[in-house]
Protein backbone atom coordinates (compact mmCIF):
# COMPACT_ATOMS: atom_id res chain seq x y z
CA UNK A 1 0.00 0.00 0.00
CA UNK A 2 1.34 3.79 -0.96
CA UNK A 3 1.67 5.86 1.81
CA UNK A 4 -0.17 8.77 1.25
CA UNK A 5 0.00 11.95 -0.67
CA UNK A 6 1.12 14.70 1.31
CA UNK A 7 1.97 18.51 0.37
CA UNK A 8 5.44 20.44 1.83
CA UNK A 9 4.09 23.66 3.13
CA UNK A 10 6.83 25.58 5.06
CA UNK A 11 9.94 24.97 6.31
CA UNK A 12 10.63 24.45 10.35
CA UNK A 13 11.87 27.53 12.13
CA UNK A 14 15.50 26.63 13.24
CA UNK A 15 14.58 27.35 17.25
CA UNK A 16 11.71 25.06 16.65
CA UNK A 17 14.32 22.25 14.65
CA UNK A 18 16.53 22.65 18.06
CA UNK A 19 13.42 21.44 20.19
CA UNK A 20 12.83 18.25 17.17
CA UNK A 21 16.18 17.48 17.46
CA UNK A 22 16.20 17.29 21.69
CA UNK A 23 14.54 14.13 22.37
CA UNK A 24 16.40 11.60 24.46
CA UNK A 25 15.45 8.73 25.10
CA UNK A 26 14.86 9.21 28.67
CA UNK A 27 13.89 12.82 28.44
CA UNK A 28 11.28 13.15 25.75
CA UNK A 29 11.16 16.86 24.74
CA UNK A 30 6.88 16.44 25.06
CA UNK A 31 4.95 19.36 27.01
CA UNK A 32 2.41 17.38 28.95
CA UNK A 33 -0.57 20.12 30.37
CA UNK A 34 -3.46 18.77 32.41
CA UNK A 35 -6.75 20.26 32.74
CA UNK A 36 -9.39 19.49 35.66
CA UNK A 37 -13.08 19.71 35.43
CA UNK A 38 -15.99 19.41 38.34
CA UNK A 39 -18.85 17.81 35.83
CA UNK A 40 -18.26 15.57 33.25
CA UNK A 41 -16.66 16.34 29.82
CA UNK A 42 -18.24 15.25 26.07
CA UNK A 43 -15.40 13.57 24.44
CA UNK A 44 -17.21 14.22 20.76
CA UNK A 45 -17.68 17.85 21.99
CA UNK A 46 -13.85 18.16 22.82
CA UNK A 47 -13.08 17.02 19.54
CA UNK A 48 -15.21 19.01 17.79
CA UNK A 49 -13.77 22.04 19.57
CA UNK A 50 -10.19 20.68 18.43
CA UNK A 51 -11.06 20.61 14.86
CA UNK A 52 -13.41 23.44 14.54
CA UNK A 53 -11.02 25.68 16.76
CA UNK A 54 -7.60 24.31 17.14
CA UNK A 55 -6.10 23.29 14.08
CA UNK A 56 -7.55 26.21 11.89
CA UNK A 57 -5.71 28.53 14.05
CA UNK A 58 -2.68 26.46 14.89
CA UNK A 59 -1.78 24.90 11.56
CA UNK A 60 1.39 22.91 12.39
CA UNK A 61 -1.36 20.62 14.98
CA UNK A 62 -2.81 19.46 11.48
CA UNK A 63 0.86 18.74 10.01
CA UNK A 64 3.65 15.91 10.47
CA UNK A 65 7.35 16.58 10.28
CA UNK A 66 9.38 15.38 6.90
CA UNK A 67 13.27 15.06 8.12
CA UNK A 68 16.25 15.19 5.75
CA UNK A 69 18.79 13.18 5.89
CA UNK A 70 20.75 15.83 7.84
CA UNK A 71 20.00 19.24 8.81
CA UNK A 72 22.60 21.60 7.76
CA UNK A 73 21.81 25.36 7.31
CA UNK A 74 18.99 25.76 4.82
CA UNK A 75 18.44 21.84 4.29
CA UNK A 76 16.26 20.71 7.77
CA UNK A 77 12.94 19.90 8.44
CA UNK A 78 9.44 20.71 6.94
CA UNK A 79 5.83 20.86 7.64
CA UNK A 80 4.13 19.04 5.54
CA UNK A 81 0.17 18.93 5.35
CA UNK A 82 -1.64 15.49 5.55
CA UNK A 83 -4.69 15.45 3.18
CA UNK A 84 -8.03 13.84 5.21
CA UNK A 85 -6.09 15.00 8.00
CA UNK A 86 -8.87 14.34 11.83
CA UNK A 87 -8.60 15.59 14.65
CA UNK A 88 -10.24 12.53 16.09
CA UNK A 89 -7.45 10.23 14.96
CA UNK A 90 -5.45 12.56 18.25
CA UNK A 91 -8.16 12.01 20.67
CA UNK A 92 -8.14 9.27 23.16
CA UNK A 93 -11.18 8.33 25.85
CA UNK A 94 -10.04 7.11 29.12
CA UNK A 95 -11.59 6.56 32.85
CA UNK A 96 -9.29 6.16 35.86
CA UNK A 97 -9.86 3.35 37.79
CA UNK A 98 -11.79 3.16 41.29
CA UNK A 99 -11.70 5.76 43.41
CA UNK A 100 -10.44 7.98 40.21
CA UNK A 101 -8.99 10.84 43.15
CA UNK A 102 -5.63 12.77 42.46
CA UNK A 103 -3.55 9.40 43.18
CA UNK A 104 -4.95 8.00 40.01
CA UNK A 105 -5.18 10.59 37.89
CA UNK A 106 -1.50 11.38 39.26
CA UNK A 107 -0.47 7.69 37.75
CA UNK A 108 -2.21 8.24 34.65
CA UNK A 109 -0.43 11.13 33.63
CA UNK A 110 2.98 9.58 34.91
CA UNK A 111 2.63 6.42 32.85
CA UNK A 112 1.72 8.86 29.75
CA UNK A 113 4.08 10.85 30.01
CA UNK A 114 7.00 8.10 29.12
CA UNK A 115 5.17 7.40 25.96
CA UNK A 116 6.83 9.01 22.57
CA UNK A 117 4.30 10.67 20.22
CA UNK A 118 4.39 9.34 16.71
CA UNK A 119 7.20 11.31 14.27
CA UNK A 120 4.49 9.90 11.45
CA UNK A 121 1.80 11.77 12.95
CA UNK A 122 1.21 15.59 13.67
CA UNK A 123 2.97 16.29 17.60
CA UNK A 124 -0.15 16.05 20.04
CA UNK A 125 -2.26 14.21 21.61
CA UNK A 126 -5.42 15.04 23.77
CA UNK A 127 -6.61 12.77 26.37
CA UNK A 128 -10.24 13.31 27.75
CA UNK A 129 -10.06 11.03 31.43
CA UNK A 130 -13.61 10.22 32.74
CA UNK A 131 -14.19 9.23 36.36
CA UNK A 132 -12.12 12.07 37.79
CA UNK A 133 -14.19 12.62 40.86
CA UNK A 134 -17.20 13.74 39.70
CA UNK A 135 -15.59 15.47 36.90
CA UNK A 136 -13.11 14.74 34.51
CA UNK A 137 -9.35 15.74 33.08
CA UNK A 138 -8.06 16.12 30.15
CA UNK A 139 -4.12 15.40 29.03
CA UNK A 140 -2.95 17.41 26.07
CA UNK A 141 0.86 16.14 25.32
CA UNK A 142 2.65 18.01 22.22
CA UNK A 143 5.76 17.77 21.19
CA UNK A 144 8.22 21.51 21.90
CA UNK A 145 8.58 21.92 18.61
CA UNK A 146 4.50 23.17 18.05
CA UNK A 147 5.05 25.38 20.87
CA UNK A 148 6.62 26.71 23.69
CA UNK A 149 4.10 27.21 26.97
CA UNK A 150 2.80 30.83 25.91
CA UNK A 151 1.94 29.75 22.71
CA UNK A 152 0.14 26.52 24.41
CA UNK A 153 -1.80 28.76 26.94
CA UNK A 154 -2.73 30.70 23.54
CA UNK A 155 -3.95 27.13 22.00
CA UNK A 156 -6.29 26.46 25.20
CA UNK A 157 -7.89 30.19 24.74
CA UNK A 158 -9.08 28.71 21.25
CA UNK A 159 -10.58 25.95 22.43
CA UNK A 160 -12.59 27.72 25.44
CA UNK A 161 -16.09 28.71 24.59
CA UNK A 162 -16.52 32.00 22.66
CA UNK A 163 -17.39 35.07 25.23
CA UNK A 164 -19.72 37.53 24.40
CA UNK A 165 -19.65 40.09 21.45
CA UNK A 166 -15.93 40.04 20.37
CA UNK A 167 -13.76 40.35 23.36
CA UNK A 168 -10.60 38.42 23.47
CA UNK A 169 -10.46 36.48 26.56
CA UNK A 170 -8.45 37.88 29.65
CA UNK A 171 -4.47 37.34 29.04
CA UNK A 172 -5.36 36.32 24.69
CA UNK A 173 -3.41 37.78 22.40
CA UNK A 174 -4.53 38.04 18.59
CA UNK A 175 -3.28 35.73 16.33
CA UNK A 176 -1.30 36.83 13.09
CA UNK A 177 -4.04 35.97 10.16
CA UNK A 178 -3.58 32.71 8.54
CA UNK A 179 -2.29 32.63 4.91
CA UNK A 180 -4.96 32.90 2.40
CA UNK A 181 -3.11 30.93 -0.68
CA UNK A 182 -0.35 29.09 -0.75
CA UNK A 183 2.94 30.97 -1.68
CA UNK A 184 4.79 30.74 -4.90
CA UNK A 185 7.65 29.09 -4.82
CA UNK A 186 9.85 32.90 -5.06
CA UNK A 187 7.48 33.89 -2.36
CA UNK A 188 8.32 31.21 -0.04
CA UNK A 189 12.24 30.88 -0.42
CA UNK A 190 11.83 35.04 0.29
CA UNK A 191 10.00 34.08 3.40
CA UNK A 192 12.38 31.28 3.95
CA UNK A 193 15.30 34.01 4.23
CA UNK A 194 12.83 35.80 6.40
CA UNK A 195 12.51 33.73 9.00
CA UNK A 196 16.16 32.38 8.82
CA UNK A 197 16.70 36.23 9.75
CA UNK A 198 14.62 36.74 12.50
CA UNK A 199 15.57 33.58 13.98
CA UNK A 200 19.10 34.69 14.13
CA UNK A 201 18.43 38.68 14.80
CA UNK A 202 15.11 39.59 14.73
CA UNK A 203 14.07 37.95 17.88
CA UNK A 204 16.64 39.64 20.06
CA UNK A 205 14.79 42.60 19.56
CA UNK A 206 12.63 41.06 22.44
CA UNK A 207 15.40 41.43 25.01
CA UNK A 208 14.61 41.89 28.66
CA UNK A 209 15.66 45.25 27.88
CA UNK A 210 13.68 45.81 24.70
CA UNK A 211 16.16 49.17 24.73
CA UNK A 212 19.28 47.38 24.11
CA UNK A 213 18.35 45.30 21.84
CA UNK A 214 20.71 46.80 18.74
CA UNK A 215 23.52 46.77 20.79
CA UNK A 216 22.92 42.93 21.94
CA UNK A 217 22.46 41.70 18.46
CA UNK A 218 25.54 43.83 17.16
CA UNK A 219 27.63 42.75 20.26
CA UNK A 220 29.11 39.41 18.78
CA UNK A 221 31.86 39.01 20.42
CA UNK A 222 30.69 39.80 23.78
CA UNK A 223 27.42 37.23 23.10
CA UNK A 224 29.90 34.56 22.09
CA UNK A 225 32.00 35.62 25.29
CA UNK A 226 28.66 35.09 27.17
CA UNK A 227 27.92 31.65 25.38
CA UNK A 228 31.44 30.05 26.30
CA UNK A 229 31.35 31.17 29.71
CA UNK A 230 27.65 29.67 30.04
CA UNK A 231 28.34 26.31 28.08
CA UNK A 232 31.93 25.59 30.42
CA UNK A 233 31.31 27.25 33.81
CA UNK A 234 31.89 24.82 36.77
CA UNK A 235 28.42 22.08 36.87
CA UNK A 236 27.05 21.74 39.85
CA UNK A 237 28.34 19.98 42.68
CA UNK A 238 27.27 15.66 42.37
CA UNK A 239 24.12 14.97 44.44
CA UNK A 240 21.42 12.17 43.79
CA UNK A 241 19.60 14.83 41.23
CA UNK A 242 22.43 14.37 38.77
CA UNK A 243 22.32 10.59 38.62
CA UNK A 244 21.95 8.94 35.28
CA UNK A 245 17.98 8.98 33.72
CA UNK A 246 15.61 5.84 33.87
CA UNK A 247 13.51 7.59 31.65
CA UNK A 248 10.06 6.57 33.63
CA UNK A 249 8.65 9.60 34.80
CA UNK A 250 6.52 10.93 37.70
CA UNK A 251 4.13 14.19 37.42
CA UNK A 252 2.35 15.17 40.63
CA UNK A 253 0.74 18.48 41.40
CA UNK A 254 -0.82 19.94 44.64
CA UNK A 255 -4.38 21.87 45.62
CA UNK A 256 -4.38 24.96 44.18
CA UNK A 257 -3.59 28.40 46.67
CA UNK A 258 -4.91 31.59 46.29
CA UNK A 259 -2.91 33.41 43.91
CA UNK A 260 -3.64 37.22 45.73
CA UNK A 261 -2.38 35.88 48.95
CA UNK A 262 1.08 35.11 47.10
CA UNK A 263 0.73 38.60 45.45
CA UNK A 264 0.16 40.28 48.19
CA UNK A 265 3.50 39.03 49.82
CA UNK A 266 5.64 39.49 47.15
CA UNK A 267 4.46 43.15 47.14
CA UNK A 268 5.43 43.87 51.02
CA UNK A 269 8.69 42.38 50.34
CA UNK A 270 9.84 43.79 47.02
CA UNK A 271 9.50 41.02 45.37
CA UNK A 272 7.67 38.73 42.91
CA UNK A 273 5.26 35.54 42.93
CA UNK A 274 7.91 34.19 41.10
CA UNK A 275 11.04 34.98 43.28
CA UNK A 276 8.67 33.36 46.11
CA UNK A 277 7.79 30.49 44.20
CA UNK A 278 11.74 29.79 43.48
CA UNK A 279 12.61 30.67 47.07
CA UNK A 280 10.20 27.59 47.84
CA UNK A 281 11.19 25.46 45.32
CA UNK A 282 15.01 25.98 46.92
CA UNK A 283 13.91 25.38 49.98
CA UNK A 284 12.27 22.16 49.27
CA UNK A 285 15.20 20.93 47.33
CA UNK A 286 17.26 21.48 50.20
CA UNK A 287 15.31 19.61 52.61
CA UNK A 288 15.18 17.08 49.96
CA UNK A 289 19.33 16.85 49.72
CA UNK A 290 19.16 17.18 53.67
CA UNK A 291 17.11 13.63 53.97
CA UNK A 292 19.43 11.94 51.57
CA UNK A 293 22.54 13.47 53.69
CA UNK A 294 23.93 16.25 51.41
CA UNK A 295 25.16 19.57 52.41
CA UNK A 296 25.15 21.60 49.25
CA UNK A 297 25.46 25.21 48.98
CA UNK A 298 23.92 26.26 45.80
CA UNK A 299 22.16 24.42 42.38
CA UNK A 300 21.33 25.96 39.28
CA UNK A 301 18.02 25.71 37.43
CA UNK A 302 17.37 26.14 34.09
CA UNK A 303 14.73 29.09 33.94
CA UNK A 304 12.92 29.05 30.20
CA UNK A 305 11.98 33.44 29.66
CA UNK A 306 9.58 34.52 27.27
CA UNK A 307 10.92 36.30 24.76
CA UNK A 308 7.72 38.04 23.17
CA UNK A 309 6.81 41.52 23.00
CA UNK A 310 3.82 42.48 25.81
CA UNK A 311 1.61 43.24 22.75
CA UNK A 312 2.43 41.68 19.51
CA UNK A 313 0.18 39.24 18.29
CA UNK A 314 1.09 35.82 18.70
CA UNK A 315 2.30 34.14 15.06
CA UNK A 316 0.87 30.42 14.85
CA UNK A 317 3.34 29.34 13.04
CA UNK A 318 6.29 31.11 15.16
CA UNK A 319 6.20 27.59 18.02
CA UNK A 320 9.15 28.77 20.10
CA UNK A 321 10.15 31.69 21.15
CA UNK A 322 11.56 32.04 24.77
CA UNK A 323 15.26 31.74 25.89
CA UNK A 324 16.88 30.18 29.02
CA UNK A 325 18.61 31.73 31.57
CA UNK A 326 20.47 29.71 34.31
CA UNK A 327 19.89 30.92 38.15
CA UNK A 328 21.62 29.90 40.80
CA UNK A 329 19.30 29.01 43.47
CA UNK A 330 20.74 29.21 47.38
CA UNK A 331 19.80 25.81 48.02
CA UNK A 332 22.24 26.27 51.18
CA UNK A 333 20.79 28.65 52.94
CA UNK A 334 18.51 27.90 55.61
CA UNK A 335 17.00 31.68 56.69
CA UNK A 336 14.09 32.12 54.06
CA UNK A 337 14.58 35.63 54.10
CA UNK A 338 17.91 35.44 52.96
CA UNK A 339 17.15 33.17 51.02
CA UNK A 340 14.57 35.44 49.19
CA UNK A 341 17.36 38.19 48.85
CA UNK A 342 19.50 35.88 47.43
CA UNK A 343 16.63 34.74 44.47
CA UNK A 344 16.03 38.13 44.08
CA UNK A 345 19.77 39.10 43.41
CA UNK A 346 20.00 36.04 41.10
CA UNK A 347 16.37 37.17 39.00
CA UNK A 348 17.69 40.43 38.81
CA UNK A 349 20.94 39.46 36.97
CA UNK A 350 18.84 37.67 34.68
CA UNK A 351 16.70 40.47 34.10
CA UNK A 352 19.89 42.69 33.59
CA UNK A 353 21.76 40.34 31.15
CA UNK A 354 21.03 39.43 27.86
CA UNK A 355 21.56 35.85 28.85
CA UNK A 356 17.91 34.18 27.77
CA UNK A 357 17.90 36.34 24.16
CA UNK A 358 21.84 34.68 23.61
CA UNK A 359 21.00 31.53 23.93
CA UNK A 360 17.90 31.68 21.98
CA UNK A 361 19.82 32.56 19.03
CA UNK A 362 22.22 29.95 19.43
CA UNK A 363 19.41 27.47 19.84
CA UNK A 364 18.37 28.86 16.06
CA UNK A 365 21.77 28.70 14.99
CA UNK A 366 22.15 24.61 16.84
CA UNK A 367 18.68 23.78 14.52
CA UNK A 368 21.05 24.38 11.55
CA UNK A 369 23.33 21.59 12.55
CA UNK A 370 23.01 18.04 12.55
CA UNK A 371 21.35 16.85 15.27
CA UNK A 372 24.36 14.76 16.83
CA UNK A 373 25.96 18.13 17.15
CA UNK A 374 23.29 19.78 18.53
CA UNK A 375 22.69 17.41 21.26
CA UNK A 376 26.38 17.70 21.86
CA UNK A 377 26.08 21.28 22.75
CA UNK A 378 22.75 20.82 25.10
CA UNK A 379 24.34 18.39 27.16
CA UNK A 380 27.23 20.82 27.39
CA UNK A 381 24.69 23.35 28.28
CA UNK A 382 22.60 21.97 30.62
CA UNK A 383 24.40 19.20 32.31
CA UNK A 384 25.75 22.14 34.28
CA UNK A 385 22.39 22.39 36.19
CA UNK A 386 20.14 19.96 38.34
CA UNK A 387 16.37 21.44 37.82
CA UNK A 388 14.11 22.99 35.24
CA UNK A 389 11.66 25.47 36.49
CA UNK A 390 8.86 26.82 34.59
CA UNK A 391 6.20 30.01 35.38
CA UNK A 392 2.96 29.21 33.11
CA UNK A 393 -0.06 31.90 33.19
CA UNK A 394 -2.89 30.69 32.07
CA UNK A 395 -5.93 32.80 31.44
CA UNK A 396 -7.00 35.28 34.77
CA UNK A 397 -10.74 34.90 34.56
CA UNK A 398 -12.41 31.53 34.34
CA UNK A 399 -13.38 29.80 31.14
CA UNK A 400 -14.94 26.63 29.86
CA UNK A 401 -14.46 23.85 27.36
CA UNK A 402 -17.61 22.45 25.43
CA UNK A 403 -20.00 23.88 28.16
CA UNK A 404 -17.84 22.79 31.40
CA UNK A 405 -16.24 25.36 33.23
CA UNK A 406 -12.29 24.73 33.84
CA UNK A 407 -11.77 24.37 37.59
CA UNK A 408 -7.78 24.40 37.34
CA UNK A 409 -4.65 23.69 35.54
CA UNK A 410 -1.26 22.29 35.36
CA UNK A 411 1.46 22.32 32.64
CA UNK A 412 5.54 21.23 32.83
CA UNK A 413 7.76 21.79 29.96
CA UNK A 414 9.85 18.97 29.56
CA UNK A 415 13.16 18.74 31.61
CA UNK A 416 16.52 18.95 29.11
CA UNK A 417 19.43 16.94 28.10
CA UNK A 418 20.67 15.03 31.18
CA UNK A 419 18.04 16.74 33.66
CA UNK A 420 15.92 14.90 35.42
CA UNK A 421 13.76 17.33 37.94
CA UNK A 422 11.78 19.97 36.70
CA UNK A 423 9.10 21.69 38.40
CA UNK A 424 6.31 24.46 37.18
CA UNK A 425 4.34 27.20 38.62
CA UNK A 426 0.79 27.61 37.10
CA UNK A 427 -1.64 30.43 37.93
CA UNK A 428 -5.46 30.51 36.45
CA UNK A 429 -8.03 32.29 37.35
CA UNK A 430 -6.94 33.48 40.69
CA UNK A 431 -5.18 30.44 41.51
CA UNK A 432 -1.57 28.67 41.75
CA UNK A 433 -0.87 25.69 41.08
CA UNK A 434 2.69 23.90 41.90
CA UNK A 435 3.62 20.87 39.97
CA UNK A 436 6.42 18.53 40.41
CA UNK A 437 8.43 16.34 37.23
CA UNK A 438 10.87 13.90 38.44
CA UNK A 439 12.56 11.02 36.77
CA UNK A 440 12.00 7.92 39.03
CA UNK A 441 16.07 7.27 39.18
CA UNK A 442 16.72 10.46 41.40
CA UNK A 443 13.92 10.74 43.38
CA UNK A 444 11.15 7.61 44.35
CA UNK A 445 8.65 9.51 46.15
CA UNK A 446 7.11 12.67 44.09
CA UNK A 447 4.41 13.27 46.52
CA UNK A 448 6.70 13.35 49.86
CA UNK A 449 8.62 16.25 47.56
CA UNK A 450 5.84 17.89 46.41
CA UNK A 451 4.57 18.18 50.03
CA UNK A 452 7.72 19.44 50.90
CA UNK A 453 7.37 22.23 48.39
CA UNK A 454 3.76 23.27 49.17
CA UNK A 455 5.05 23.60 52.84
CA UNK A 456 7.80 25.87 51.83
CA UNK A 457 5.46 27.94 49.99
CA UNK A 458 3.45 28.55 52.65
CA UNK A 459 6.64 29.26 55.24
CA UNK A 460 7.88 31.78 52.37
CA UNK A 461 5.13 33.87 51.94
CA UNK A 462 4.48 34.02 55.64
CA UNK A 463 7.93 35.14 55.99
CA UNK A 464 7.73 37.65 53.19
CA UNK A 465 4.10 38.94 54.23
CA UNK A 466 5.87 39.78 57.65
CA UNK A 467 8.76 41.67 55.47
Not at 81 to 99: K, M, N, T, Y
Not at 425 to 454: F, I, P, Q, T
Amino acid sequence: MLPPVTTTTDRMATADVAWLHMDRPDNLMVVNCVFWFDAALDAGAVTQALADRLVPAFPHFGQRVSEPAVTVGLVGPRWEDIPGFRAADHVVSARLPAPGGDEELHAYVSEQASVPLDRNRPLWQVHVIAGYGSGSAVLLRTHHALADGTALVQALLTLVDAPEADDLHAGQRPLVPAKERPASPGEALLAQGGRLARNLLGGWASALNPGRALQNTLALPSNWAMLNRLGFSQSDEPTPLRRPLSGQKLFTWARSVPLEDVRAASKRSGATVNDLALTAIAGALRRHLEEQGQDVSRLTAVVPVNLRAADAPLDPEQGNEFGLAFVRLPVGEADRAARLTAVRAAMDRVKATSEAVVVYGALSLMGQSPAQLEQAWIALFTGRASAVVTNIAGPREPVSLAGVPLAGFVAWVPCTGPIGIGFSVCSYAGKLVLGVNVDRALVSDSEHLLSVLGDELEQVVATAGAS
